[in-house]
Structures are given as C-alpha cells and as structure tokens.
T-cell receptor, first 112, second 112 residues
C-alpha cells in the first residue's frame, strides 16, 4: 500500500533555532499533503494543507510565518518550525491521500 | 464537517471481540465512514471504510446501521497490539484531496 515517510522521527533543539521536518510520499504522487500537530493525550489538530507548487493553506490560529511549509515536488513537503520555543514542543504528523489517508510516523519535537 | 461521537475509552479482554461504536446522526448521503487507529507514538493508520453496506477486511469489520446514523468497528479477536486510539471520521464521497478532521476518538485498552 501507499507509504508516507517522515523524518526525523525525533528531534531536540535549542530555543530560538529552526527545525525542518520532511514528509515524502514514497510510491505515489501527492499534490496535497497535510500537517497535523498533536499534544499528549489529545487528538490530531490540522495545522495546514500543503499544495504542490503553490502556497500552503493554514488553519485559523496557526502562524504561517512560524510554521513554514514548502511543497516543491509531487512527493515532498517540508515543515520548518522557525525560532522554536518550548511551547512548540509537540508531535508533528504529515499525511497524504492515496484513496484513503496515509500518515507519516510522526516527529517528536522537543525544544529546550 | 459532519460530526462523529465516540466513547472516550473502552476496555476489552485479550482474544475477545471488541465493538467500537460511533454515532454520526448528521451524516449526509454522500459521506463515507472511515476508521483510523493510532498506536502509541505513531501516526494514524487506515483501518476500514464504508458507505452503506457492511465491510470486512483483514484488520476489522465495519457494521453500518440501516439509517447510517451510527456504525460499529468490530475487531474479531483483540490482541495487545490492538491497543490504540480509534477514530471514526466522515469523508465526502468525492473526497479527492479533502483533509481528514479528527475527533477525540476512543482509547482502547486490551487487558491481558
């Protein structure tokens, strides 16, 4: 079946630095990918919709200048958390649709 | 988006069948019923989906009420690896690249 690969699986960074998370569709093309954030014991919250070759669409309340999304090819979307702070620590998950939703394994971001 | 309602948590004994309910009283005629599950520290994975008829696959069965206002995910013989949060989600029939919106889901605990 369809596979979405997400890297890194875990990252620790210092406050004020930026972190990039990659999401790749391995055996299908994805013109659209989705980025979610999940806090402990909570459900997934959609942050933004990544569109190949155009600007991402952000959900209400998500800072687009803080969470930069680039979708430069049909198989790769990246999420960059800029000037990360401890409150950005969370589990970030990407997804693409290949008939049904296919999700990456998630990235655990810890900002210290 | 049409809303789904699920119990917050359920417990089941290992090797017993599990019935996970989902209410979706505002479902439209063009909404598919999708189920995903999220194992600890992983991204969600697709389980099953259906429109009107009951569906079976290697992971589970989906029983859909005749009026489509509720559905039940059935795990025929629960194992410890089935411990996860299960999400019931409605998606339009012509979903294309439509986002998936997650509710709170049901946290399933399997008792050895």
């Amino acid at each position: 079946g369809a596979v979405v690969s997400q890297h890194p699986s875990r990252v620790i960074c210092k406050s004020g630095t930026s972190v990039k998370i990659e999401c790749r569709s391995l055996d299908f093309q994805a013109t659209t990918m989705f980025w979610y954030r999940q806090f402990p014991k909570k459900s997934l919250m959609l942050m933004a919709t990544s569109n190949e070759g155009s600007k991402a669409t952000y959900e209400q309340g998500v800072e687009k200048d803080k969470f930069l999304i680039n979708h430069a090819s049909l198989t790769l979307s990246t999420l960059t958390v800029t000037s990360a702070h401890p409150e950005d620590s969370s589990f970030y998950i990407c997804s693409a649709i290949d008939g049904v939703g296919t999700f990456g394994s998630g990235t655990r971001l810890t900002v210290v | 988006d049409a809303k789904t309602t699920q119990p917050n948590s359920m417990e089941s004994n290992e090797e017993e069948p599990v019935h996970l309910p989902c209410n979706h009283s505002t479902i439209s005629g063009t909404d598919y019923i999708h189920w995903y599950r999220q194992l600890p520290s992983q991204g969600p994975e697709y389980v099953i989906h259906g429109l009107t008829s009951n569906v079976n696959n290697r992971m589970a069965s989906l029983a859909i009420a005749e009026d489509r206002k509720s559905s039940t995910l059935i795990l025929h013989r629960a194992t410890l690896r089935d411990a996860a949060v299960y999400y019931c989600i409605l998606r339009p029939i012509h979903f294309g690249n439509e986002k998936l919106t997650f509710g709170t889901g049901t946290r399933l605990t399997i008792i050895p």
